[in-house]
């Protein structure tokens, strides 16, 4: 039976352990009452599981930010989303001409519906007895 060695080569300063490849391990912890953080300053960071990566924030908040691009994407599943309110902010919003001049002013409008484009871009139209999405498509054209 042939026994290897296994050498980990890594640098720890006062930011923590920099490893110089990749790195294979059960569990990963902070310091008690210490944040963790995983970085890569130059590169990706790629976390993978054949079985599923799960994120978990029982007492706090999960965010996720990046500086373009945001995707969740799901080949053979759905994206769900459970909450009690789901919010959806800086939507544009169309515009809405009514027939009737003696319908409400836009100005004071507190009603919207929300209206995708083919292209799966998202804004708000203002709403009207119907529906007013086609009315406002015109975000549809510069998206």
Known sequence: ?????????????????????SVETPHIR?????DLRLESPTRS???EAPRGVQ????????????????????TEGEIFLNADT????NLPTGSFSPSSPSSSS????????????PNGKLYLSPAG???????????CLWS
């Open 86 to 89: 789901i919010r959806l902010g």
């Open 106 to 117: 836009h100005s004071r409008q507190t009603v919207y519906e929300l209206c995708v484009c």
């Open 129 to 139: 007895v119907g529906s007013t999405c086609q009315s406002s498509s015109n975000i």
């Open 30 to 34: 902070a310091e008690p009452s210490q």
């Open 55 to 74: 994120v978990s924030a029982a007492a706090g908040d999960f965010k996720a930010t990046c500086r373009k691009e945001l995707h969740l994407q799901s």
């Open 45 to 47: 960071l790629i976390m």
């Open 1 to 21: 039976m042939v026994s290897e060695k296994i050498i980990m080569r890594f640098l720890i300063g006062t930011e923590g352990a920099v490893f110089g490849h």
